[in-house]
Nanobody
Framework: EVQVVESGGGLAQTGGSLRLSCAAS????????IVWFRQAPGKEREGVSC????????VYVDSVKGRFTSSSDNAKNTVYLQMNSLKPEDTAVYYC????????????????????WGKGALVIVSS
């Protein structure tokens, strides 16, 4: 059974930090990219970051570059999203997804087909 589960969401103050985790099982983790998306209230979903779990290479959307870092612990089949210098506009439900076709994290990584999705984790940043 395939499972993709996010954890670590919560409330943070502006300038604070949170770390999200994405634990995956049921598919060959090393053959997939893990993509983080977010959706704020009333807004379209946007791709935040992509990590190639075998090479460790990453791509980020401009709005989070220098503040968010994605990393992979392949022994645990888990990807992390470290979020620093948080802003109120980072408030959203964060989803992780696994993509075989998008495993190389091309610049438009969010356009690759996603094979598996988690249910999301809520992040609220207070001003």
């Amino acid at each position: 059974e395939v499972q993709v589960v996010e954890s670590g969401g919560g409330l943070a103050q502006t300038g604070g930090s949170l770390r999200l985790s994405c634990a995956a099982s049921g598919f060959p983790f090393d053959d997939y990219a893990i993509v983080w998306f977010r959706q704020a209230p009333g807004k379209e979903r946007e791709g935040v970051s992509c990590i190639n779990t075998s090479a460790g290479s990453t791509v980020y959307v401009d709005s989070v570059k220098g503040r968010f870092t994605s990393s992979s612990d392949n022994a645990k089949n888990t990807v992390y999203l470290q979020m620093n210098s948080l802003k109120p506009e980072d408030t959203a439900v964060y989803y992780c997804a696994a993509s075989a076709g998008g495993r190389w994290c091309r610049p438009r990584f969010q356009d690759s087909p996603m094979d598996y999705w988690g249910k999301g984790a809520l992040v609220i940043v207070s001003s």
